[in-house]
């Protein structure tokens, strides 16, 4: 099954959601998840209109949302979560309070991961993205440790438009894991 769990949706006409059908299908993507960046001063309608969005599509679509850490509350209803850190050292205690959310680009804008993380992120069902915007060697290792402990890892691209979705995934492969793991591990429907 192939897919993308970190498309950015913008939208402002029809047309537009047309163009992310079309380059999916072209990219023979079988699901892909949408975001945006969410902050909290966000009303309940732009939310609702964006969720709306991602349902009408005639594709298999999923209505993810994108925090910037940290924030107060998860706001609920949504598909999956993906949070992007920036200059913090993810430890047990970061990752303490949060459940069932995806990490977004690890090692990038400056964060970092303890050893103390891996044990919580299986307790509490977090996943850690492999996205190929912000992939180098280096990482390898790293993605081969999370499977060996049984830590879920979604495919990403971080596309900010249609023609980017699935980019890069070929190349990725052997790092992430099938869409039925990353589902059954994140509890999406
Ligand atoms: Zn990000
Ligand atoms: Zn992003």
């Given at each position: 099954m192939r897919y993308d769990m970190h498309v950015h949706l913008r939208v402002e006409s029809d047309a537009d959601i047309d163009k992310y059908e079309m380059y999916a299908r072209m990219a023979r993507l079988d699901i892909v998840g949408f975001v945006i960046h969410y902050n909290e001063r966000m009303g309940k309608r732009a939310l609702r209109d964006y969720r709306d969005s991602v349902e009408s599509m005639g594709i298999r679509a999923l209505a993810g949302l994108e925090l910037y850490y940290p924030f107060s509350t998860l706001p609920t209803g949504f598909d999956f979560y993906i949070i992007h850190f920036s200059d913090i050292t993810v430890d047990a205690d970061v990752l303490e309070k949060l459940k069932g959310v995806i990490i977004a680009h690890?090692?990038?804008?400056g964060m970092k991961i303890d050893p103390s993380s891996f044990e919580i992120m299986r307790k509490n069902g977090i996943a850690v993205e492999c996205n190929s915007a912000h992939f180098y060697l280096g990482l390898s290792d790293f993605y081969a440790r999370l499977k060996e402990i049984d830590i879920a890892i979604p495919f990403g691209s971080d596309a900010h438009s249609p023609e980017e979705m699935g980019a890069g995934m070929e190349d990725l492969m052997g790092c992430f894991s099938p869409y039925g793991t990353v589902a059954s591990y994140l509890g999406i429907q």
């Open positions: 690890p090692f990038s804008y």
